[in-house]
């Protein structure tokens, strides 16, 4: 027997929609027969995992705190992705928006002014756009494959960073510890209510999300976007111009990276140091697809990819199991939501080996 795909040749809307929340059940019985093989009870630890972490309001606080990076990365996303240009480099344009906003910030420590925070935003902001405007130029003039680009643009990234808090932004009085000083105030973004970290980056978050659902949907521009992403050849034809769309998207998506980065500095850090991010720009990937490149599903993604990063730390502590079940779990919703995409668009077939049938040499042919 033989098991092949066969395309069902149409799209059912409601389930593309109600795949996320298959995929997200199939995870959590996953998870739980994963707890019942090391041992944990299953629904004790599930609740450890995803209903500890917001069982108060500070809880409620730090879900948000985690999710506002997510969910600025995989705004950003969903723009390159509707045009079907894949960038990967989320986590590196972070990291430059990080490291550029704490450049400048280390250096106007003493400033009052009110043009120190909105200075160094930009320029983390600017940072991100410009990491991501290097994949837009190597696609553009070289035909270089943006996968691989960003790929490596989030390595190099890195090791910028890591060079930067050991050396020339490293702390003179941080006793040795790879770190930049503590910004000054005039640099922080406030925090919106007393005893909580919840900060003024939320509000950025909001803007970008009505701007992006503008942009992909009541915009001329995102209309173009969409049928770059839908028909290369049919843009041209019509006039779109393709590198255009290119620089413009990837720019778009590398500044909300990068202000996801500076905002996490300039937020609950205060410094610039090496664990700036955990993963949120790997992370947004599978937010982006999970929302289904629409921005109102991404708030919605954010908030549970957010939930599994609190719930990890929690069952760490709780239930020592250990780090890595946040990545697991990551990998679980992802491998389900593609694997319900898969079934959605075709269906599965059992055909056996195909024989040509004997016939016997005595048999008359039949008639004409």
């Known amino acids: 027997m033989l098991l092949s795909l066969e395309p069902r040749g149409y799209e059912s809307r409601p389930m593309l929609w109600l795949s996320p929340l298959l995929a997200a059940l199939l995870t959590l019985i996953s998870g739980a027969l994963l707890f019942v093989a ?17 069982s108060d309001l500070y809880g409620v606080s730090e879900l948000l705190v985690k999710a506002l990076p997510i969910l600025l990365c995989a705004l950003g996303l969903a ?18 928006g990080a490291l550029a906003g704490s450049a400048l910030a280390v250096n106007i420590i003493d400033w009052d002014s009110r043009w120190a925070l909105p200075l160094t935003l930009a320029a983390g902001t600017l940072g991100g756009a410009a990491w991501a405007g290097l994949c837009a130029w190597l696609r553009t003039q ?3 494959n943006e996968i691989l680009t960003s790929i490596m643009l989030n390595y190099i990234a890195l090791n910028l960073l890591l060079f930067a808090v050991h050396g020339p932004l490293k702390d003179p009085e941080g006793f040795n510890f790879p770190e930049s000083a503590m910004f000054g105030d005039a640099t922080r973004l406030p925090q919106l209510f007393e005893d909580l970290r919840v900060h003024g980056g939320f509000y ?6 009505v701007v992006i659902w503008v942009l992909l949907h009541r915009s001329f521009l995102g209309f173009q976007i969409k049928v770059l992403g839908l028909d290369k050849r049919a843009a041209g034809f019509v006039g779109f111009r393709e590198k255009r769309l ?11 990276a990068g202000l996801a980065g500076v905002a996490e ?12 991010s955990p993963g949120y720009g790997y992370a947004a990937i599978t937010v ?16 549970l990819m957010a939930l599994l990063y609190l719930g990890g730390e929690n069952a760490q502590m709780a239930a020592n199991l250990p780090q890595s079940i946040t990545q697991l779990f990551q990998g679980m919703v992802l491998f389900f939501l593609l694997a319900c995409d898969v079934l959605i668009l075709y269906r599965p077939r059992l055909k056996g080996w195909s024989r040509k049938p004997h016939t016997s040499a005595l048999e008359p042919e039949p008639a004409a």
Request: aromatic letters at 8%; a neutral charge; zero cysteines.
């Open 204 to 209: 950025f978050a909001l803007l970008a999300l």
């Open 246 to 256: 290119v620089w413009i998207a990837l720019l778009i998506s590398g500044a909300l």
């Open 265 to 276: 500095v300039t937020g609950p850090i205060g410094q610039l140091v090496p664990q700036v």
């Open 79 to 96: 723009v390159v992705y509707n045009a079907r240009i894949w960038n990967i480099g989320a986590e590196g344009q972070l990291l430059i």
């Open 38 to 54: 090391l041992g944990h009870p299953p629904l004790e630890t599930l609740r450890v995992l995803l209903i500890d972490p917001v």
């Open 288 to 303: 982006a697809f999970l929302g289904r490149l629409n921005p109102l599903g991404i708030l919605f993604a954010s908030l």
């Open 142 to 144: 070289f035909n270089a």
